[in-house]
Nanobody, 127 residues
Framework: QVQLVESGGGSVQAGGTLTLSCTASGFPDKRYLNNKLSMAWFRQAPGKEERERVA????????EYRESVQGRFTIFKNNTKNMVILQMNSLRPEDTAMYYC???????????????WGQGTQVTVSS
């Protein structure tokens, strides 16, 4: 059974730093994912219905970022620990949201495309 478990959320003041981690386990044979496995971070802000993709890293290491976090957030993988990490610097109040780890074969933009999700971790940034 596939499990994605997030950790590292919390409350910080604007300008602060947080590091989110997502540990993956139980993935089926990668052939079922076209031999690729991409990992993404989404967030859902209070009062908003949709989740928006923050960052994604593809199987070959290629990264994609939402424009509003470009230059502040960094996504990278620790393949030995089956972990994907989101380093968040210069946090802003508008970054406040529940952050979710997701996985699928490719770095889809839309959340509906992802088959695997974690339970989420809360990030709160105060001004």
């Amino acid at each position: 059974q596939v499990q994605l478990v997030e950790s590292g959320g919390g409350s910080v003041q604007a300008g602060g730093t947080l590091t989110l981690s997502c540990t993956a386990s139980g993935f089926p044979d990668k052939r079922y994912l076209n031999n690729k496995l991409s990992m993404a971070w989404f967030r859902q802000a209070p009062g908003k219905e949709e989740r928006e993709r923050v960052a994604c890293i593809e199987d070959d290491g290629t990264t994609e970022y939402r424009e509003s976090v470009q230059g502040r957030f960094t996504i990278f993988k620790n393949n030995t620990k089956n972990m994907v990490i989101l380093q968040m610097n210069s946090l802003r109040p508008e970054d406040t949201a529940m952050y979710y780890c997701a996985s699928d074969a490719l770095c889809w933009i839309l959340p509906d495309k992802y088959n695997y999700w974690g339970q989420g971790t809360q990030v709160t940034v105060s001004s």
